[in-house]
């Protein structure tokens, strides 16, 4: 019996991305009984159903999935040795996930870094909250992501990236923020649920038995930042971002206590690194390093 291949795998591919055998039919430039067919002989290839009928969509099946991430992998494997050849040099695109705050504060430097040390290969980069980053990694749409504690992290493999200062922010001339209390029926300003920083702060308010008022959630911290500014509420930030905001100054700050204040961002992946992942991770010190050098001067 013939062995998967390639082909086998890049029509399955499709099928699951396009959510159907006639769009991906289209994309493939191919007649939709044709990608039926070969999608049945690799089922029967393999012995499992790799999609199941829900009304009139396709929905992929636990064994689908199993076969998308190994399917994600050496296509992606293929591409690389492709364009290694064609090239005569190291290339590929690596599809990165991070945070709004780590793509604001802290990623410039690396990603300039990044394209001068390495022409052939290119970033796409996507923002989200770490829940959302998971999940993305999780279907194999992102490569690697940078999230915030905490977070779940047996699933996959992780290195601690650089640590940050969380802080409470509202507007000028209000009153101060010394404990939870403070922030009882009080509005709170943040991301979306998922969001690593809101959790905290949500849990925090928990253990003190205080209950906010309303919860305010959008999806920018440039947002977030100028609601708080308004007096429209309380919210939660990175305090190096802060200082980047272009209403920074028309906060004002309140520490968290000291348990709380520490933050650590990770970046995380769910198989040995590619080498656009390892040329990412050969530069990470750049991240410690000019930290460093910003919190000495």
Same mark, same amino acid.
């Given at each position: 019996?013939? /062995?998967?291949? %390639? !082909?086998?795998?890049?029509?399955?591919?499709?099928?699951?991305?396009?959510?159907?055998?006639?769009?991906?039919?289209?994309?493939?430039?191919?007649?939709?009984?044709?990608?039926?067919?070969?999608?049945?002989?690799?089922?029967?290839?393999?012995?499992?159903?790799?999609?199941?009928?829900?009304?009139?969509?396709?929905?992929?099946?636990?064994?689908?999935?199993?076969?998308?991430?190994?399917? @994600?992998?050496?296509?992606?494997?293929?591409?690389?040795?492709?364009?290694?050849?064609?090239?005569?040099?190291?290339?590929?695109?690596?599809? %990165?996930?991070? %945070?709004?705050?780590?793509?604001?504060?802290? =990623?410039?430097?690396?990603?300039?870094?990044?394209?001068?040390?390495?022409?052939?290969?290119?970033?796409?980069?996507?923002?989200?909250?770490?829940?959302?980053?998971?999940?993305?990694?999780?279907?194999?749409?992102? !490569?690697?992501?940078?999230?915030? #504690?905490?977070? @779940?992290?047996?699933?996959?493999?992780?290195?601690?990236?650089? #640590?940050? #200062?969380?802080?409470?922010?509202?507007?000028?001339?209000?009153? /101060?923020?010394?404990?939870?209390?403070?922030?009882?029926?009080?509005?709170?300003?943040?991301?979306?649920?998922?969001?690593?920083?809101?959790?905290?702060?949500?849990?925090?308010?928990a253990e003190e038995g205080v209950s906010p008022g309303r919860i305010l959630e959008f999806g920018s911290y440039h947002a977030i930042v100028a609601c708080v500014a308004a007096a429209t509420g309380i919210g939660i930030i990175s305090a190096e971002? =802060?200082?980047?905001?272009?209403?920074?100054?028309?906060?004002?700050?309140?520490?968290?206590?000291?348990? %709380?204040?520490?933050?650590?961002?990770?970046?995380?992946?769910?198989?040995?690194?590619?080498?656009?992942?390892?040329?990412?991770?050969? =530069?990470?010190?750049?991240?410690?390093?000019?930290?460093?050098? !910003?919190?000495?001067?």
């Amino acid at each position: 019996m013939r /062995k998967v291949d %390639l !082909d086998d795998l890049h029509i399955f591919r499709s099928v699951v991305r396009e959510g159907g055998v006639a769009k991906a039919a289209a994309r493939l430039n191919r007649v939709p009984s044709n990608v039926t067919t070969r999608i049945k002989q690799l089922e029967d290839r393999l012995g499992v159903s790799l999609f199941r009928r829900q009304g009139r969509n396709l929905v992929i099946t636990e064994s689908g999935r199993i076969l998308l991430g190994h399917a @994600e992998r050496l296509l992606k494997m293929a591409d690389i040795a492709e364009q290694e050849v064609r090239s005569g040099m190291a290339a590929g695109v690596l599809r %990165l996930g991070t %945070l709004e705050s780590t793509a604001g504060a802290r =990623l410039p430097p690396l990603l300039s870094a990044y394209h001068l040390q390495n022409p052939g290969m290119s970033i796409e980069l996507q923002t989200g909250i770490t829940d959302a980053l998971l999940r993305m990694l999780e279907r194999f749409e992102i !490569d690697a992501a940078f999230v915030a #504690e905490p977070f @779940e992290k047996g699933r996959f493999s992780s290195l601690p990236v650089f #640590e940050e #200062e969380l802080t409470l922010i509202s507007a000028k001339g209000g009153p /101060k923020i010394r404990n939870a209390s403070d922030l009882s029926g009080q509005t709170i300003v943040v991301f979306p649920h998922g969001c690593s920083y809101r959790r905290r702060l949500v849990e925090w308010l928990a253990e003190e038995g205080v209950s906010p008022g309303r919860i305010l959630e959008f999806g920018s911290y440039h947002a977030i930042v100028a609601c708080v500014a308004a007096a429209t509420g309380i919210g939660i930030i990175s305090a190096e971002l =802060l200082e980047r905001a272009v209403l920074g100054t028309a906060v004002q700050r309140h520490p968290l206590p000291a348990r %709380l204040r520490g933050n650590r961002t990770h970046l995380i992946w769910s198989d040995d690194p590619s080498p656009p992942l390892q040329a990412l991770m050969a =530069l990470l010190p750049m991240l410690r390093n000019k930290r460093q050098m !910003d919190m000495a001067a």
